[in-house]
């Protein structure tokens, strides 16, 4: 072996650094630093959507079916069974609704539906209002208005009718 042979710069000696100018590898290498950046806009991009859904949500609440699209009305039974200040929830159609007697004896319902988010709505005797136990929402008994809380506006009304003794509830 010459001098010349064990220094060819195409098959490296090892002994400098004189090695080849390109060696082959046996898949494509990604580096450290761009599998992180990559896994982090991943995380990034995940977290932003997770974030982004309440605010999608509120701002598509009014684009839902509409009310009674598959029911018309439903019978929930006798008037004089109903006691004043109290309330019932109940199925209109695919939705919940609620029906409610004031202290003074008067009917209302709604579509049980909080306009924040779309959690059910309770009836809270105490307070005599309805709310949402999600996020502290209120709505006035009578209206269904939106009195306090994050709800951007008032439950969908049912009209309530007493026909021969008996609570008839309707799309409004």
């Known amino acids: 072996m010459n001098d010349e042979s064990a220094h060819d710069p195409h098959t490296g000696c090892g002994s400098c650094h004189c090695g080849p100018e390109e060696t082959p590898q046996s898949g494509p290498a990604i580096p450290r630093r761009f599998f992180l950046q990559g896994a982090i806009a991943a995380f990034a991009a995940l977290w932003g959507a997770l974030a982004a859904y309440p605010l999608f949500r509120y701002m598509t609440t009014g684009q839902e079916e509409p009310v009674g699209a598959d029911v018309k009305s439903v019978n929930l039974g006798k008037a004089s069974e109903f006691p004043n200040n109290s309330a019932r929830n109940f199925q209109f159609g695919r939705k919940p609704a ?75």
Request: aromatic share 6%; charged share 15%.
């Open 98 to 172: 609620i029906l409610v007697r004031n202290p003074q004896g008067e009917l209302h319902a709604f579509i049980a539906v909080c306009t924040h988010l779309g959690c059910t709505v309770q009836f809270s005797s105490e307070k005599e209002d309805i709310w949402c136990a999600c996020h502290g929402g209120r709505y006035d008994l009578n209206s269904g208005k939106n009195m306090s809380g994050p709800p951007p506006k008032p439950l969908t009304p049912l009209k309530v009718a007493t026909v021969k003794g008996d609570i008839i509830v309707s799309v409004a």
